[in-house]
């Protein structure tokens, strides 16, 4: 075998076998395979597609490429949760306390941000003393304790798809369904989920388009989740709706906390109701409907507030000392309409260069720095209404009056969720 | 402008502009753009294709990437001549005495031989102090004086293109018309050529498998070179067909002579007569069939052969002096009926075994061995006729015996000569 021929055969429109693939993956992470015939292949996967045979293949050699882990201990209540890229994982710190209080298990691992988008793991470090390296010893016995935690993922999951994701990115191969679907499935089989909701984000400013691409992405995530005895749901919803009204570490935590006492309404409140219901559901067993009702009940009782808290104190983070910015500069509208779009790209670099995010893994963050948006899409702007407040340490210039777009007319709201699929 | 960008553009269909091909070509040499990223945009490029503004532009910065000569103090009727891959250049040394022997200037620069392919170069190098190493104003001045100069081709001429070349090689990047096309132009342009003729090899064992993708390469290769005013002739012939019974630096040199001497028949000959045709016809600006006459009749009055030895004497060669093998051995057939196939790539193979050929660069070269066929496709075979004689001064074992195809049925001859594009 060699990987030349295999190159050819992909050239070619033929498949390949299940030893040819794993010669691939094997010889690609002990180096015998080069980076410049790794993404010769790469290109001919993305222009000339995978069957399911060869896709199961390349989920199956990247999940065995690393360590793995059992949640098996955990029993069968477990869910997991994954949203394909995007700006905004806050989802997650609202999700997993609502759904652990309904009596499901959330074992999440998750990663750092890396520029404009956001991480877990860094919007919980704004919460003083909040610990994230968790050993794999502390993580299951949470999980079992409290029925939720949160810790940063290993780095040796999936290390083939860890280093084929890094060529991807610097060799304009990553829009390609079956290399999304199994990078994602790979490590998600790595981890030892069993049951797992996929939030499929669907939008121009997506990796997925269109909604014929996220079906298929879908559908294919499905299949390899059945060839891996993962139970797995996939909602399709819209990316260019931005989610919530907070940007930042500190500030999502506050809203999330917002959300998890039942103290506000909106897009980011109903998709987060949403996926819980969907992932209840399966943990549980039982209907989606009896599983929103559960989810309901618990955000209007206080159950899933409380379920946070405890996250929260677990993991020794104390609450009451989130950080709060020094400085707010309030960015007033000079026009009057109606709110038609907001561009969360810019709203993501704009954020970061307040002091948000990092631009290289070194970078040190400043917790309480942030956006905070004063309207919603639709809503209706006076001259001199507060669009955005934005909270930081560093002096603020250059605001780039193109992130928010104001029409005469009033637009028509978008669809959240387009559909699921299972 | 930057490299995932373009990389991203091809894999999209899209075209790419002349400004975004230097971008590749200049980065790449200057390794600013890495392999593994060129070698993504390769195989896009392979699969999706370029119109052909984009190969214009990738011949010329390409041509543009090392030293260009000038042959312009030669005059207008030099010619050049190329062929596409494959085993036996030995046209070369035919070809060359016998258009020069007709008034056209022959300034030829080749390559040397690895592997089962053989190189002009090597052939020369048999015949005892013959020098190729010719400076380039030894060069022009020789061609000058007796229109027939054949050196080594310097190291320094397509930089780009060689770089490029050596990446296509392990990256299954190598079966692309606009990859071949450019790459073959940009050297001839690069070489000074003004009118050349090409022999574009079609057949299962060529790198052009079908008339289609040979008359698509042929009108691409016409077209660059109208481009870069030089005028271009292309001959689609037959890869299939074993040329010469010769195999072997020494024997293919003495094979040589016996065309340049009137002395044999056959597919060599008649692949040589309208090659040279074609170039003379170029060279003067004559018809096809005027020049196809003083080519005949400088075969049989021994001027092209006379041209020969004096190309051989201005180079220093002593004709009379080509080295003998050693030993001989007959390989005899052991079964009866008509020579239906050689396979060529397997007497290549075997040639080098015998030490006519190197493996790798350093390897040193057995002048002396090789291979004489002794029948052709379609002659009677009997058994305990000699199919081959080996010339070497090693010990011969296991010949594969599947070189030889004998059927109980005549063959139809298969055609030489498919057609010709200009």
Redesign the interface.
């Known amino acids: 075998m060699n990987i030349?021929d295999?190159?050819?055969k992909k050239?070619k429109y033929e498949s390949l076998t299940d030893e040819e693939i794993k010669y691939v993956i094997d010889g690609y992470l002990n180096d015998e395979i080069?980076?410049?015939?790794?993404?010769?292949?790469?290109?001919?996967i993305?222009?000339?597609d995978m069957n399911n045979d060869e896709i199961y293949s390349l989920t199956k050699y990247m999940a065995d490429s690393g360590e793995k882990l059992d949640l098996s201990p955990l029993g069968n209540n477990v869910v997991d949760k994954h949203s394909t890229g995007g700006v905004g994982d806050k989802t997650t710190l609202i999700i997993a306390p609502i759904v652990a209080s309904c009596g499901v298990k959330v074992a999440k691992m998750s990663g750092r941000a890396l520029g404009h988008t956001g991480g877990t793991i860094d919007k919980l470090e704004a919460i003083p003393g909040f610990t994230v390296n968790l050993t794999q010893a502390d993580f299951i016995k949470q999980v079992n304790d409290i029925y939720v935690a949160i810790t940063s993922q290993t780095e040796n999951v999936a290390l083939a798809d860890k280093k084929i994701y890094a060529?991807r990115d610097?060799?304009?191969?990553v829009?390609s369904i079956p290399l999304i679907a199994s990078s994602i499935m790979s490590k998600k089989i790595a981890l030892g989920a069993k049951k797992l909701v996929l939030d499929v984000k669907v939008g121009k400013g997506a990796l997925i388009k269109d909604l014929t691409a996220a079906r298929r992405l879908s559908r294919l995530m499905i299949d390899i989740g059945k060839e891996n005895n993962i139970e797995v749901v996939c909602m399709l919803t819209n990316m260019d709706i931005p989610l919530g009204n907070n940007i930042g570490n500190a500030l999502e935590v506050a809203e999330a906390i917002e959300i998890l006492r039942d103290h506000k309404e909106g897009q980011l409140r109903t998709l987060c109701i949403e996926l819980a219901s969907h992932m209840v559901s399966l943990g549980l067993n039982i209907s989606y409907e009896e599983a929103m009702t559960k989810v309901l009940t618990n955000l209007s009782n206080g159950m899933a507030y409380d379920k946070f808290l405890e996250l929260v104190k677990y993991q020794h983070g104390e609450i009451d000392k989130l950080p709060q910015a020094r400085s707010k500069y309030e960015i007033k509208s000079m026009t009057e309409g109606y709110l038609a779009d907001i561009d969360a790209y810019k709203l993501g670099l704009l954020s970061m260069s307040l002091g948000a995010g990092r631009k290289n893994k070194e970078d040190a963050i400043d917790y309480s720095a942030g956006i905070v948006i004063g309207k919603n899409i639709g809503d209706r702007v006076n001259v001199g209404d507060v669009l955005m407040t934005l909270h930081t340490q560093k002096e603020v210039t250059n605001i780039d009056s193109s992130i928010f777009k104001i029409s005469d007319e009033k637009v028509s709201e978008e669809k959240l969720i387009y559909e699921i699929i299972k």
């Not at 015939?37 to 290109?43: K, T």
């Open positions: 030349i295999i190159i050819n050239r080069k980076d410049y015939q790794m993404s010769s292949l790469l290109m001919a993305v222009l000339n060529l610097v060799t304009g191969t829009e």
